[in-house]
């Protein structure tokens, strides 16, 4: 099974190059800048050589709370889903984060984003209360911009 590195620079173009098509065409470059892997290099990482990544994970530690860890964006290709890549990026950023003392773990997505939802709730993330529902799923609404509806989700991450 491949090991997650962490992503550097150099990786932007290769992943920037990857995210509309893994996405099925809805552009979502405009959501990875480049700074993301400029300056949140200690707790993002890939899997795959920069020439073939396969998955990737952006996240960091919150400026606002250092308990807390935020996975901003994740993508696996669509030919590896399925296949444990998520699972192990995530639980890779887990360990790194509750060592660098963070308590849990924050992420968001689409009310759309059907196979999101699954995966997190899958790793044990909760769903947070939202302002309104979407298709029966809590959201909080206009999180992202008018219209913007976002599910939220949390889980904690320090052993009990």
């Not at 200690?42 to 709370?65: C, K, M, N, P």
């Not at 999180?143 to 989700?153: K, L, N, S, T």
Request: charged fraction near 20%.
């Amino acid at each position: 099974m491949p090991t997650p590195r962490p992503l550097s620079p150099s990786d932007y173009e290769p992943v920037i190059a990857r995210v509309d098509h893994w996405w099925g065409g809805r552009p979502m470059q405009a959501l990875l800048p480049r700074l993301f892997l400029e300056h949140f290099r200690r707790t993002s990482f890939a899997i795959g050589a920069s020439d073939a990544i396969e998955a990737f994970l952006i996240d960091f530690v919150s400026q606002t709370d250092s308990r807390i860890a935020y996975i901003h964006f994740v993508g696996v290709d669509p030919a590896r889903r399925g296949g444990g890549l998520g699972r192990m990026l995530y639980e890779h950023f887990f360990d790194v984060v509750r060592a660098l003392g963070c308590e849990e773990a924050h992420s968001i997505t689409s009310p759309a984003n059907s196979g999101s939802i699954a995966f997190h709730r899958k790793m044990g993330f909760e769903l947070e209360p939202g302002t309104g529902q979407v298709d029966g799923v809590p959201v909080q609404l206009h999180h992202a911009g008018p219209g913007q509806h976002r599910v939220r989700f949390r889980k904690m991450i320090v052993a009990a």
